[in-house]
């Protein structure tokens, strides 16, 4: 096997992977990301003990202790981008051999947990309840740059495509499904499919001074209805979070607190309590 080369794997002089700014021994076996690096905080100091505390540009992450399990918080920042950086750098830390360069013959497999927030595209999905991405649907592209493409849910890409009339002019639409056994762990929660987009305004139909090109997207998904699952909410992370962690092997799972509805036009009066309902429900569960 080949040694992966110095602009492939960048490792600091420290022995630290580096956009996440981490050594093997700082990152659990158990992952919540998080978008907003403060939210990392408010996780963690929930924690009856504190390893680590690193910090590299908007990548933070603290690992600890939570009744007897350990955890790591590591905020992505905003987008399907920064995801990218994020699961193949924490895929890197456990299945590649950092002083060899050599990528290890028996792979490690991880949980990672994405607790965020997001909008409404359902009228029976109310404002500050819990939604589980049972699917998620990209509109970011990100998959079309992997070889690895077995994994996507193809019809589900169908359908969505002929539902919406998508245009040609936007990136293909990849679907992938949500890993099983954390489904089944939080299959008290309700589950629908989540839709990704590539940024807050335009691809996700808002309109300032600028129009969208996806504009009556809200009603066209309303039938939509596949193997059980119905579209529920838009966010910006969790398609490439399922590609790359389903491809890599690991466990991947999106739990989001519903802050808006998009078609009642309704907010959250407090999202800071259902967010930190959100996040108490999560470390019980896991």
């Known amino acids: 096997m080949n040694k992966l080369r110095d602009t492939e794997l960048i490792i600091t002089k420290d022995g630290r992977i580096y ?5 093997k021994n700082e990152i659990a076996n158990n992952i919540i990301l998080v978008g907003d ?4 905080s408010q996780i963690s100091k929930k924690f009856q003990i504190i390893e680590y505390k ?9 690992t600890g202790m939570y009744n007897k399990k350990r955890i790591s918080v590591i905020s992505s920042g905003i987008g399907t981008d920064n995801i ?16 060899t360069r050599k990528i290890n013959s028996t792979k490690k497999s991880l949980n990672i947990i994405r607790l965020g927030t997001s909008g409404s595209l359902n009228k029976d999905i109310l404002v500050d309840s819990i939604i589980v991405s049972s699917y998620a649907i990209g509109f970011d592209g990100l998959a079309h740059f992997y070889k690895k493409k077995e994994i996507r849910e193809k019809a589900l890409e169908e359908i969505f495509i002929e539902n919406t009339n998508w245009s040609n002019n936007h990136a293909r639409p990849y679907a992938v499904r949500a890993s099983d056994n954390l489904l089944e762990k939080f299959q ?3 589950q629908g499919i989540t839709l990704t987009a590539t940024g807050f305004y335009g ?7 600028l129009e969208s090109s996806i504009k009556n ?11 059980k699952s119905k579209i529920t909410n838009l966010e910006m992370e969790t398609s490439a979070l399922y590609f790359l962690g389903k491809s890599l092997g690991h466990n991947t799972l999106t739990i989001c607190a519903v802050l808006g509805n998009r078609l009642t036009q309704n907010y959250s009066k ?3 309590k259902i967010i930190d309902t959100l996040i108490i429900k999560v470390l019980n569960t896991l």
């Open 19 to 23: 956009h996440l700014n981490l050594k």
């Open 37 to 40: 690096p403060e939210r990392v």
């Open 54 to 62: 690193i910090q590299h540009r908007e990548f933070i992450t603290h």
């Open 84 to 99: 990218d950086i994020v699961i193949n750098e924490i895929d890197a830390l456990v299945n590649i051999d950092f002083e």
């Open 188 to 190: 008290n929660f309700n």
């Open 203 to 209: 691809p996700q139909a808002r309109e300032l001074r």
């Open 217 to 227: 997207i809200h009603f066209c998904i309303e039938k939509i209805n596949y193997k």
């Open 270 to 272: 407090d999202p800071k």
